[in-house]
């Protein structure tokens, strides 16, 4: 009679030894005793293990990348970047070339649209009709033109005259204040574009509002250093240039008499310390002689 055949089941608890021998010696090393349910057991936990690192690995190193139909995940945004970048450089050479292009013109390497062929073209047509227009101006134009013309704030009118005796009569010589005390070198000359006058003084010494005003300017440039401009009433403005430190700002409101800076030779044009004076009225240089007393 057979025996009965075991389940399959009952075999994984089967024991089982593992020996290493030496090859020569046949000595023990190492006995395992091992059954079919504790391999099975041990194969399944390391490969759970392995497959656990391999995920972490994906999903939280940039070893990732290094796997076939992996990205960096920062490489849209630098791709968007990039094209912003380059869109931003192609806008600003057009428009560099647009820039040289009518450079070019203006300095005669090109031409602009003629409009006196087409106004020729129109006098043809009709009979030359404005070869007969002449154009004649009233004295009270011509005034009118010249008030408007000196009210401009931007104006640069130099002769006197054209100056109305209202804005001269606003402010007399004794309201003002001295600005530094010293020995001027070089007076109003408008006709040689300078528009005020240079004051020598000791070192270091304070320069003080003529009248009281607020700082509309106050600020360094190459040519004339440090710089402060100051707005005052009756339409005054007075200039003080070539300065070594501004001791106000723009928007201050200052006294007259009141320091704003100190004396210097700042700037290309400065030959020396000294203080370049300039009082405008009305948008037009004025000699400062007639206002301050020196």
Known sequence: MKPK???WYHKLRNKYRL???????????????LSRMNVFVLVTSLSVFLIIVTSYII??????EYIPGYT?????????????????????????????????????????????TSLANISLQRG??????????????????????????????????MIPEAYKRATSVSNF??????IITNKFNPTQRHYGVDVVAKSNEAIKAALEGTVLFANWTVDMGYVIGIQHHAGFVSVYKHNSVLLKKEGDFVR???????????????????????????????????????
């Open 19 to 33: 020996v290493i021998f030496h090859d020569e010696t046949f000595e023990e090393k190492l006995s395992f005793r």
């Open 72 to 116: 960096d995940l920062n490489l849209k945004r630098d791709v968007y970047v990039l094209k912003q970048t380059a869109d931003s450089i192609d806008a600003a050479m057009r428009q560099k070339d647009l820039y040289l292009d009518n450079l070019r013109r203006i300095i005669g390497e090109g031409d602009f649209p003629d409009d006196s």
């Open 256 to 294: 007259a008499g009141e320091p704003v800076a100190i004396i210097g030779e700042t700037g290309e044009l400065s030959s020396g310390p000294h203080l370049h004076f300039e009082l405008w009225l009305n948008s037009s240089p004025v000699n400062p002689e007639d206002y301050v007393t020196f």
């Open 128 to 161: 030359g009709v404005y070869d007969t227009i002449t154009l004649r101006h009233s004295s009270e134009e011509m005034r009118l033109r010249s008030e408007f013309e000196n009210a401009d704030k931007y104006a640069l009118q130099t002769d006197p005259a």
């Open 5 to 7: 055949e075991e389940k």
């Open 59 to 64: 999903a939280f190193t940039p070893l990732r």
């Open 177 to 182: 204040f001295t600005p530094v005390k010293g």
